[in-house]
């Protein structure tokens, strides 16, 4: 099992200003075959932000982020790792309970950049499977490529019925910073509209769950609104 620390290394360089999903936009494909879009904004504009969190369910973290959530009257985006659905079950029926959205984030967090789509779609399927047998008739709208090495994923997700989900700002919470600058990489990098990626699973999240309950009262205070990430073809 990879280490999440390396979730999202192929793309830090680059996510502070341009990240890898932003790139991805409908265009031609092998084939003759449309790639879906990969959203990397919320449903609605103005000062909106869609909260998302990977590499869960995880027992020390997860029903503390749960608790700030609903304290908040937020709901977020959780991109569930297949391993980990397995492992905690009840943690998937938690998430759901709290009308927050399910996103499949693969069985075991390998990167399918080179796979094909027969190969993909089979760990989609089985990662959608256990999600469903963690918590039966669960919606699974998202899904989301380990390390943004999507391949041939968004075509094969969309086939299955998810839509590919980017993010517009990532903060490197996968090497915690301490709770200070995880808050300030949320203030300075925010933008309007802007899907933002977070941890709540893959490593001690501590730090997440610190940032995220101080950071939703001031967004607030500033004007701003908490959404769901789009969905388009």
């Known amino acids: 099992m990879l280490a999440t620390g390396l ?11 341009a990240p890898a999903a932003q790139a991805h936009r409908p265009g031609p494909a092998q ?8 959203v990397d904004s919320t449903r609605h504009g103005g000062n909106t932000v869609a909260l ?13 982020l749960l608790r700030v959530l609903r304290e908040q009257r ?11 659905v397995e492992a905690h079950p009840e ?21 399918m ?17 256990a999600i469903r047998k963690a918590a039966p008739g669960a919606r699974i709208p998202y899904f989301r490529a380990p390390y943004g090495s999507w391949g041939k994923s968004p075509e094969v997700a969309a086939g299955l019925g998810m839509q590919p989900l980017g993010w517009r700002l990532v903060v490197g919470d996968w090497d915690p910073p301490g709770t200070d600058e995880l808050v300030s990489r949320l203030e300075e990098g925010l ?10 699973g893959g490593g001690d999240r501590s730090q997440t769950v610190e940032a995220v309950e101080r950071i939703i ?4 205070s500033e004007g701003w609104r908490f959404d769901r990430p789009a969905r388009r073809g």
């Open 31 to 38: 084939g003759g075959k449309t790639t879906p879009a990969i």
């Open 91 to 111: 943690l998937v029926r938690k998430i759901v309970a709290g009308g927050h959205t399910l996103c499949n984030h693969s069985m075991h967090h390998d990167d």
């Open 191 to 200: 933008t309007p509209g802007a899907v933002v990626l977070l941890h709540d």
């Open 74 to 84: 937020v709901k977020a985006v959780f991109c569930l790792w297949g391993d980990h």
């Open 217 to 220: 009262p001031k967004l607030r």
């Open 52 to 64: 998302t969190f990977d590499d869960g369910p995880n027992p020390a973290d997860t029903p503390r």
């Open 7 to 17: 979730c999202l290394a192929a793309v830090a360089v680059t996510a502070a200003t």
């Open 113 to 129: 950049g080179a796979w094909s789509e027969e190969e993909i779609r089979a760990d989609l399927r089985r990662t959608s499977a």
